[in-house]
């Protein structure tokens, strides 16, 4: 594996290519993270899926308050452009899009817009629903401005829920009326790319929006896995839990086969990803759920 980084693929924003030695696939992968997430933030996630053949793009994107349709969707279009331009080893047919926490759900996006396969690690899907269920709050206490605080400054202030209320509440200007439309749901159709998505039972982000984003591809006639871990880890935090899974449904997307069938053909792959993942987390069980790896 190598990896080349900071290389420009606009003026204003730059990705790490991981270049595995034999490259099996390809993935556009978004950061979590609002308002000052980094690709850096992914660095562990984008090396195991290197050691496991897929060449990685791991691309910055813009965070501002034009929302994850906005210019977050424009810069990753925009990397996605460049990457099949690009003269590395790959199909520029044969591309995935992955996306944990914010990333996931410009991943969902890019996957509506461009017709391509999508993994969402945390997306936040259903706007409305998450400030329905937070509205107790009330809404005049998230007037905060949350953009340049530190988000472990939020998580130990215990803020987590008012930040993401101020961030939604900022998309669509305080104007409630547009939550429905600001969400991907709203974007749903025939021409949308399969989807593998993830979430805990009791993490920040409600995996409720998952299950109705399913039930959207289902009525569009897309594929839509979702996959419900016990505990509350976000994102990244369930790497050791979400990967193998995440690898048969980019395998079974790069062939066109069926997830079931790439789930077979891979067995011996996950007893070597259990093993490899238990040497960077030692005494760590990445099957037991609600495991939060660091």
């Known amino acids: ?15 790490d290519v991981y270049v595995p030695d034999v490259p099996q696939g390809t993935v556009l992968l978004l950061h979590g993270g609002w308002p000052d997430g980094d690709k850096s933030d992914e660095a562990l996630l984008a090396e195991h899926l290197c050691r496991s053949g897929i060449l990685v793009f791991s691309a910055n994107f813009g965070l501002d308050r034009s929302g994850p349709s906005g210019r977050s969707l424009s810069d990753a279009i925009a990397a996605l452009g ?3 331009a690009s003269e590395f080893d790959l199909d520029p047919d044969r591309i995935a899009v992955m996306g944990v926490g914010t990333g996931g759900t410009v991943a969902i996006e890019v996957g509506l817009k461009e017709g391509i396969p999508v993994v969402g690690w945390s997306a936040l899907i259903d706007f409305k629903s998450f400030m329905d269920s937070s509205a107790t709050l009330g ?3 998230h007037l905060r401005d949350y953009y340049g605080v ?10 987590q829920i008012p930040f993401l209320r101020g961030v939604i509440l900022a998309l669509v200007a305080n104007n409630l009326s547009l939550l429905a439309a600001a ?12 989807m593998l998505l993830f979430n805990s039972t009791n993490e920040l982000v409600p995996a409720t929006g998952a299950g109705m984003l399913q039930q959207a591809m289902m009525e569009a006639d ?3 896995t979702v996959d419900i871990l016990d505990g509350t880890a976000h994102g990244s935090e369930y790497l050791l839990q979400a990967l193998p899974a995440t690898l048969r449904f980019l395998t079974a997307a790069y062939t066109d086969e069926s997830v079931d069938a790439a789930e077979h ?4 792959q996950d007893d070597y990803l259990v093993e490899a993942l238990m040497e960077t987390f030692p005494g760590s069980d990445p099957i037991s759920p609600g495991h939060v790896a660091h």
């Open 150 to 159: 530190n988000w472990e400054t939020i998580k130990e202030a215990g803020e």
């Open 82 to 84: 460049w990457i099949r």
């Open 265 to 268: 053909a891979h067995d011996e």
């Open 1 to 15: 594996m190598r990896v080349l980084r900071d290389l420009e693929y606009s003026h204003r924003q730059a990705l």
């Open 222 to 224: 897309v594929s839509c």
């Open 183 to 194: 969400s991907p749901l709203s974007r749903v159709s025939p021409s949308a790319g399969r």
């Open 139 to 141: 809404d005049s206490d």
